[in-house]
């Protein structure tokens, strides 16, 4: 079985910093591509950062400049490291992960999500 776990989600003013971590574990042969998603209530659910196993990366136009997306392949570990937060970040925030397990079955991932509320 293979599950992502997120954490450092909670609740802050705008300005403030966060960082999120999304740890993978299990019957894991190899990762691809790690990201994350966020929902805010009643609102799709939209790619935030994207990050290769190579390390390139992508972001969202509304974070550029404000979230760092990282990742330590050695401990199949995403993070989001988010800066200057604006009240319109507040979402659930979601780690997807493009996994190839030991049965050689490779689908996405999704962890439970992770609370992110910005106050004005």
């Known amino acids: 079985q293979v599950q992502l776990v997120e954490s450092g989600g909670g609740l802050v003013q705008a300005g403030d910093s966060l960082r999120l971590s999304c740890a993978a574990s299990?019957?894991?042969?190899?990762?691809?591509?790690m990201g994350w998603y966020r929902q805010a209530p009643g609102k799709q659910r939209d790619l935030v950062a994207s990050i290769t196993g190579g390390g390139s990366t992508n972001y969202a136009d509304s974070v550029k400049g404000r979230f760092t997306i990282s990742r330590d392949n050695a401990k199949n570990t995403v993070y989001l490291q988010m800066n200057s937060l604006k009240f319109e970040d507040t979402a659930v925030y979601y780690c997807n992960a493009d996994i190839l397990d030991s049965s050689w079955h490779r689908r996405a991932y999704w962890g439970q999500g992770t609370q992110v509320t910005v106050s004005s």
């Open positions: 299990g019957s894991i042969f190899n990762i691809r591509a």
